[in-house]
Structure formats: C-alpha cells, structure tokens
C-alpha cells in the first residue's frame, strides 16, 4: 500500500497536548499504541495508521519534497512546484488526448505528434538546419516532415481510405499534429457516429500513425527467449484508465510455454505504484503456485534499479516496495 500523509487535519482537534511518535509506539517500538494513536488522530486516520506495520517504517527520520518521486529536491523539482498552475493549463487537444479511453503508449504518442516532438528531419532542421530527408514510407522527396505523415503520404491516405469509414484523400488536410488531433477526437461527420464509433475512430487513428512511425524508424524484433535452465520467466505490467488500472502477470516454463498467468485490478493512478503493484502481484501469485527461482522483466526502468539500490524509487510506495523486496529474496527472485 501506499505511504499515508498526515497532515493537520487528520488531527484531533480537541488534543492539546502535542504527541512525539514515541508517543504513538507501544513500550519496545515494535507496534503502536493503539490508544494514543485513537486519541490523537480522528477514526478514519487512526484506523489507516493501525493498519500499517510499524516494522516497516525507516529506522532514522528523512527530509522528503512531497512532489518528488524519490523524495529528493532539487531545482527542476521546485521549478515545477513554483510554475505548477501555469503547466496545468493544457491546451484542449491534449486534454482530449489524455482523457481518451486507449493504450498509455498510444496517448503519449499522440501529445508528442501532437506537440512537435517526434524526431522527423523536419524538426531536425528547425534545430540544426539539417535538410530534409525523404519520406520512409512512399519515398517522397523531402517528404520526411509531419504535414507529409500525417496527411501527405500516399500510404496514410491509402489506409484511410480503405479503412470502414472510406476517407478519401481530400479530407486530410492537415499542416501538423495538433490539427490531426483535433480531427480524430471531433471529425466533421461526428453528429453521424454513435459514441462507440467514435472511440472506435479515435483509436484507428491513434494505431495507424503509431504503427507506421515504427515503420519510419525501423522496427526492432523482439524475442522473449527460454528462461534459464532451472528458472521459470515470469513478465508483469500494468495498465491503467483513469481512476483503476490492472496488473498481469505470465510465467513460461522451461520449454516456453505458459505456465500459469493472471491480473488483477489495481486502485492506483500512479503508474509507477501500478507498475510496483503489479510486480508484487506477480511474486505473490509465484509464491502461492510454490514457483521458486522466477526471473521476472517489467517495463519499468525506475522500479528495476530501485530495486537494485535496495531504495524505494517513490517515498509514497515504501511499504509496498518493502514487502516486494522481502519476497523476492525469499523466493530467490530477479528482476530486469
């Protein structure tokens, strides 16, 4: 579970007297005393506090910065803080990116599609006035820009049009990424749609131009590889839409065939606790199926090398990350 943040209002107001935590520990510091902790904190916050193990909790005090992942601050960190309610105002294509129902991967392709990001040469030569290349899917002569990609390119409007709703060439106007984006969420015709359509349109266009950018910059093959002799495989994601997400989890034998696999949903929108959770899940669900020796790869880059730091990657998942780290020694875990 996730650390719980104590605040002033979490306080009895009635409590006068101030409390130390040596005060809310029971005489050998191993568990809380319950009473004090019921008296000073109200129900919902005492109940929270009694409910976590007391073990668990770091031997000596740290300074943390509340809006830092790893609790450490920094100038970027306080940059952010003292500029927040400037970089909260999203311009309405992104909201509409961020707020739709597909794959993470899929959302943050498209904010950078739609904000200039993607390293087509066009960008390239706005930065170091490099010239333009051709274009990888037609071969069109400078045509290496995102105008051409996005509504240019012979193959774009080929797939368009041969898509269910038939566009033709010349409904694809579009000078950039921001003028696609707005099209995808609110096409002309949307009144004719059904809103499942609509999401089912949306979501056309958000694989299309993610596939065929992999295609521009080369696609790499992917092999997952048998485990090592003696060890099972075990892969963990996690998934989210907006207020829930969900974890999996697939473990290979060592032929490769699947061993056993399953999710679970995961009340978190934070991707690196959902990534930590999944994680969790998977080991614990190893440990029920008396899986000994998993090799376990996850997608995220953060939680691996906390783990090889022995140092929760976010202040806020130090209770869980403690209970994963204590399991995969247990179990004779790694983790890529």
Request: net charge neutral; glycine share 8%; hydrophobic share 40%.
């Amino acid at each position: 579970m996730m650390s719980q943040l104590v605040h002033k209002g979490h306080l009895n107001l009635l409590i006068k007297s101030p409390a130390s935590l040596e005060d809310l520990t029971d005489i050998d510091a191993s568990g809380w005393n319950d009473q004090m902790v019921e008296r000073v904190f109200v129900p919902a916050t005492a109940s929270l506090i009694k409910s976590s193990d007391r073990n668990l909790l770091p031997v000596m005090d740290v300074a943390c910065w509340k809006s830092s992942k790893d609790g450490s601050f920094s100038l970027k960190a306080a940059y952010w803080d003292y500029n927040k309610s400037q970089f909260d105002e999203k311009n309405e294509a992104c909201r509409r990116i961020w707020q739709s129902n597909i794959h993470e991967r899929f959302k943050v392709f498209l904010w950078k599609l739609c904000q200039d990001a993607l390293p087509f040469s066009s960008k390239l030569q706005s930065l170091f006035g490099k010239p333009l290349g051709d274009c990888s899917l037609c071969g069109c002569e400078s045509g290496d820009d995102v105008g051409h990609f996005v509504s240019g390119c012979p193959v774009t409007t080929r797939l368009w049009f041969s898509s269910r709703w038939g566009l033709r060439p010349d409904a694809l106007s579009f000078q950039n990424g921001r003028d696609l984006i707005s099209w995808l969420s609110q096409p002309p015709f949307q009144s004719l749609l059904q809103p499942k359509d609509s999401a089912r349109f949306f979501l056309y266009g958000a694989v299309l131009y993610h596939k065929l950018s992999e295609v521009c910059r080369g696609v790499m093959e992917i092999r997952w590889g048998l485990p090592r002799p003696g060890r099972v495989r075990g892969y963990v994601d996690f998934a989210s839409a907006r207020e829930f997400g969900a974890g999996a989890v697939v473990f290979f034998d060592s032929s490769g065939g699947i061993l056993a696999c399953g999710a679970k949903k995961i009340m978190t929108l934070d991707v690196l606790q959902g990534e930590l959770e999944a994680l969790l899940f998977g080991v614990s669900l190893a440990k029920d199926l008396q899986l000994v020796g998993v090799d376990f790869f996850t997608d995220n880059s953060l939680l691996v090398k906390g783990l090889i730091d022995k140092s929760s990657p976010s202040w806020l998942s130090h209770f869980s990350f403690a209970k994963l780290y204590e399991l995969l020694v247990s179990l004779d875990c790694s983790v890529s």
